[in-house]
């Protein structure tokens, strides 16, 4: 081969050499945790926190799914007092009408779909379907079961603003008076007349749509109460730091009596809280979810709390457009600790 030197080296010399010579280059392997991009490297990025309205950075030619399907399964257990009737007697004798101290056992199975419009909207629907089992724990009354469905709730969510690792978001849901179930009697209600036959299964109902909600950490009352509109507006952020996920919410769920048979025609619960989630390994973020609920207006005379806490550690798997997740629902503070409530929750989103 001759000699070249560096005077007679032509310029398609240097541009045939470079070619054989340098390597393509790579795309930057280190987009932001919740990004969708990914690199040349086949780099997996961590998903942005499952809040209503969420919402993922993306790359320029990668879209994110226009369509969530979310399903949990919520079975757990409280107590209650529930107006019973005593255990059956001759047709002729009058009923018991005693509040009677009751482990409530429900599973509830809560369905969701969301649609997202653009990269900001979503729009979504929820309604839970309720399984109850309701034990007497002074042997007065017989063990019954009943089947209900809640609140049908619409919802949308908007993105008002985002950086590259945080984004802001408001959301708000409807939930229409769909649940069943009859409000019981006032004490004073019953002492005026204590041979008096209510609807008993309604009551067993009612109280049966509460454990629900009970189970579930009071979070989602809107979607258990029965006769009432809820309303309840929302206001979110997901902030992103590394591999750790931050997701603070406030919300207040506004419950409207349209039955006229309730003597709280209001009802007004704030929850504030904070989601924290670690991506130890691309497929697989533990964490925790933490509120506290304040009822600004008794709903029940009985109730002994206006404020519970709530603690929520989560497991949960990223397997592409899959998302399966299990966690435990423990009331630390309320209420609702006193009543040793506690729910388990399995469940999965998926995206397509």
């Known amino acids: 081969m001759p000699r070249v030197t560096g005077r007679s080296l032509s310029l398609l010399s240097v541009l045939a050499f ?11 392997a280190h987009d932001e945790p919740g990004s969708q991009k990914q ?3 086949a780099q997996t990025p961590s998903p942005a926190a499952t809040e209503p309205g969420k919402e993922h950075e993306k790359g320029e030619k990668e879209e994110e799914p226009d369509w969530e399907v979310a399903a949990d399964v919520i079975g757990g257990a409280t107590t209650a007092d529930v107006l019973s009737p005593g255990r059956p ?5 009058p009923p018991l009408n005693m509040l009677d101290s009751t482990r409530i056992t429900a599973y509830t199975f809560l369905f969701g779909v969301e649609r997202h419009l653009g990269d900001r909207l979503t729009v979504g629907i929820r309604a839970p379907i309720v399984a109850a089992t309701l034990a007497s724990r002074t042997g007065i009354s017989e063990d019954r079961s009943v089947v209900l469905g809640g609140n049908i709730e619409l919802e949308g969510s908007f993105v008002l603003a985002r950086g590259k690792n945080w984004d802001l978001g408001v959301a708000l849901g409807v939930a229409l008076p769909t649940a069943g179930g009859t ?19 309604s009551i067993d109902v009612f109280a049966a749509a509460h454990a629900a909600s009970a189970t579930l950490g009071s979070y989602d009352s809107a979607l258990f109460e029965p006769g009432n509109l809820g309303i309840v507006p929302q206001i979110y952020a997901n902030i992103r ?3 750790l996920t931050l997701t603070p ?5 506004n419950l409207i ?3 006229g048979d309730s003597d709280e025609t209001y009802i007004n619960e704030i929850v504030a809280g904070v989601r924290a989630g670690f991506h130890v390994t691309p497929a697989f973020e533990p964490g925790v979810h933490v509120w506290v609920r304040s009822l600004h207006q008794q709903a029940h005379s009985e109730d002994t709390s206006d404020t519970v806490g709530v603690v929520e550690p989560y497991m949960r798997f990223h397997l592409g457009g899959f998302q399966p997740g299990v966690s435990a629902i423990l009331p630390f503070a309320g209420d609702l600790a006193d009543a040793k409530t506690f729910g388990i929750r399995g469940g999965f989103i998926a995206e397509f």
């Open 249 to 253: 919410t406030v919300k207040v769920e």
């Open 257 to 259: 009596n349209v039955t």
């Open 39 to 41: 690199s040349t490297q």
């Open 241 to 243: 730091i590394s591999e």
């Open 183 to 201: 409000e019981p009697p006032s004490a004073a209600e019953v002492a005026a007349d204590p041979a008096k036959r209510f609807d008993y299964k």
């Open 18 to 28: 470079a070619s054989v010579a340098l390597p393509p280059t790579v795309a930057s």
């Open 89 to 93: 007697t001759r047709i002729e004798q």
